[in-house]
């Protein structure tokens, strides 16, 4: 009897310690493998991912060389990791800002073309600054001398940009332009612009004569062609995210997919995220209306012409900060900045086009304050993902640093 006790109790140990193992085990395969990649970046901020041609996946960022002196450098990844840092530019009159920041774009297969931009000042006003850009045709080695993208001449805001390679080896840009405010209740508007891999910019030309200040934009190919993504900002103030393509070398009309109707006065500096595959688009952003800060997730099947049902994926205290990839089944993964009690957290969250989530978790802690700019996520290769941030170091200083993500099997 006694003998038979005890295997009841040690079968009632095993059948109550089984659901916990098998939770540990399912907590296990739906967590991401993450490793830190030591990044070359001594100080500095403001990094920018992106995918070449060829497949590379580059890395950008700010140095901050002296008091005065800023540069743009980049790195390559490799199988051994960060490459050695390479210089792009360097300048003391650089307009620098938590964020719009610079990028760099790599738009051949054979890895030598590359094209970069940042801000420089034109003038002694505040916001008056040029995008300035230069090409590289031997993989960063050298740069030509630098050009402005911006073609109105003043002494105005111009930034937030971002640029695409097409498949025809030239390279796109967006912009938001500031060359109307020098006019009275003159707004923001946007602006694009075709890179000839000779260096050759064409006219610009106007997309949208008024929009949200200093949001980010973005801008990604589909099977249709163009797609690009900003904050809106109508008379009555509603800044809304707004979409527009081109479509056989002409540009539609501006359209929001989903209304939020955040009525603000001031700019939210918290632009969309877009991700493209061929047919699919997933588009994520922040809004703030119904005084509820919420991030929302939505798929486009079309190229983006129709959007489904919008996804709220924060987890109650949005700070925003977006960006978004799409893996190769088709969900959506997504890293935003989410407020904690002591400070803040970087999240990731992979969603299914219907909404379901399928991995959320915290990637790691970090400050709500602007000196922790935006963290930039990368699909690097199948199951693979980057995320850079800028890490905010007890003696006060910043560095750029990088954290390779690998999704659960299965």
Not at 287 to 306: H, I, N, P, W
């Amino acid at each position: 009897m006694k003998h038979a006790q005890t295997t009841y109790a040690l079968l009632l140990v095993f059948t109550l310690l089984l659901p916990a193992s098998c939770r540990q085990s399912e907590e296990k395969q739906n967590s991401l493998r993450i490793e830190e990649l030591p990044v070359p970046c001594r100080e500095g901020g403001m990094p920018k991912l992106v995918l070449s041609a060829g497949g590379k996946a580059y890395l950008s960022w700010v140095e901050f060389i002296d008091d005065t002196t800023d540069a743009l450098m980049f790195s390559v990844l490799e199988e051994s990791g960060w490459s050695e840092e390479r210089e792009i530019a360097r300048g003391t009159n650089w307009f620098v800002n938590w964020a719009d920041f610079p990028s760099l774009l790599a738009f051949s297969k054979d890895e030598k073309m590359l094209l970069a931009h940042w801000l420089q000042k034109s003038d002694q006003g505040t916001y008056d600054y040029d995008i300035r850009i230069s090409l590289s045709a031997n993989g960063g080695q050298s740069w030509s001398q630098s050009k402005i993208l911006n073609d109105d001449g003043l002494a105005a805001e111009h930034g937030f940009v971002s640029l695409c390679a097409l498949s025809d080896g030239t390279a796109q840009a967006l912009w938001l332009d500031g060359r109307q405010t020098k006019e009275k209740n003159g707004a923001m508007s946007l602006r694009t612009t075709t890179i000839l891999p000779q260096g050759e910019i064409k006219p610009s030309l106007l997309l949208d004569e008024r929009t949200c200040d200093c949001c980010q934009t973005d801008l990604v190919t589909t099977a249709n062609g163009l797609l690009a993504a900003y904050r809106d900002r109508s008379v009555a103030e509603i800044r809304d995210i707004a979409l527009l393509s081109r479509e056989n070398g002409k540009w539609t009309k501006p359209y929001t997919p989903h209304p939020d109707n955040w009525h603000i006065a001031g700019c939210p500096v918290n632009g969309p995220a877009l991700a493209a595959k061929k047919d699919q688009v997933a588009l994520l952003w922040f809004t703030g209306s119904e005084d509820t800060a919420r991030v929302y997730l939505s798929f486009s099947q079309d190229g983006g012409k129709t959007f489904g049902p919008r996804f709220r994926i924060d987890e109650g205290q949005a700070l925003g900060r977006v960006d978004v990839e799409l893996t190769e089944t088709g969900s959506a993964c997504a890293s935003w900045l989410e407020k904690t009690e002591g400070g803040a957290e970087i999240r990731f969250k992979e969603v299914s086009p219907e909404g379901k989530v399928l991995l959320n978790q915290r990637l790691v802690t970090t400050s709500p304050s602007r000196d922790s700019g935006f963290p930039v996520l990368l699909h690097s290769r199948k199951n693979t993902f980057l995320l850079a941030y800028t890490a905010l170091e007890d003696n006060g200083k910043s560095r750029v640093r990088c954290l390779k993500l690998s999704l659960p099997k299965g």
